[in-house]
């Protein structure tokens, strides 16, 4: 099946800082990426969707300006979370899909755990 | 809009034995797609299985079958002979079409005893 990666894995940052996250699909060309926050015991929400060469949609409630997200190819998606405080501390998951229809699968990256002290 | 539904926050089940997650949803579309997903404590997304809102037979991928009962907006996912390594939290999620998007539910934690 195709691979999506996610870099880093883990990080943990002070508050304040910017951190970014690297979503890449290996070894297919990814449309429509999806980011996901998940906090403990809850499940999935969608952060927000981009699609190459595009501004990134974000889903209601989620601050773009906080939240930058760049779809500069068809197989890297970067998620930035500016001047993170402790509450942005989750778990980050991406997704790549070759396109948006309703038989297209998503495949996940294996999420990036932000710890913002 | 549309909503999924996951009535079961924790189950238990016994090794080698079969269990039922339960699914349920709500859409106006006539077209959709809909997916069951295993994340273990390390957090990754397993992909399970996938059906068809046109899709005339129930989905089944080894030991994951879906009973999908279209009338009644469910897809339960089944799990035959259970193993200790299928203890997880499973979610079951719906694809809307034009965008892409994935809808989840809630999650059911499964926990399977020796």
């Known amino acids: 099946g195709a691979v999506v990666s996610q870099h880093p894995s883990w990080v943990i940052c002070k508050s304040g800082t910017s951190v970014k996250i690297e979503c890449r699909s290996l070894d297919f060309q990814a449309t429509t990426m999806f980011w996901y926050r998940q906090f403990p015991k809850q499940s999935l929400m969608l952060m927000a969707t981009s699609n190459e060469g595009s501004k990134a949609t974000y889903e209601q409630g989620v601050e773009k300006d906080k939240f930058l997200i760049n779809h500069a190819s068809l197989t890297l998606s970067t998620l930035t979370v500016t001047s993170a405080h402790p509450e942005d501390s989750s778990f980050y998951i991406c997704?790549?899909?070759?396109?948006?229809?309703?038989?297209?699968?998503?495949?996940f990256g294996p999420g990036t755990r932000l710890t913002v002290l | 809009a549309q909503k999924i539904t996951q009535t079961q926050p924790g189950m238990f089940v016994q090794e080698k034995e079969a269990v039922t997650l339960d699914c349920t949803y709500d859409?106006?579309?006539?077209?959709?797609?809909l997916f069951w997903y295993k994340q273990p404590s390390s957090g990754e997304m397993i992909f399970l299985i996938y059906?068809?809102?046109?899709?005339?037979q129930n989905a089944t991928e080894g030991r994951y079958s879906l009973n999908f009962q279209k009338a009644r907006k469910s897809a339960n996912l089944v799990i035959s002979a259970s193993q200790l390594g299928d203890s997880a939290m499973y979610f079951c999620a719906m694809r809307e079409p034009g965008t892409g998007q994935l809808t989840f539910g809630s999650g059911t934690q499964l926990t399977v005893l020796p």
């Open positions: 059906q068809g809102s046109y899709d005339q």
């Open positions: 997704s790549a899909s070759t396109g948006t229809g309703t038989y297209n699968e998503q495949f």
């Open positions: 859409t106006s579309d006539p077209s959709y797609g």
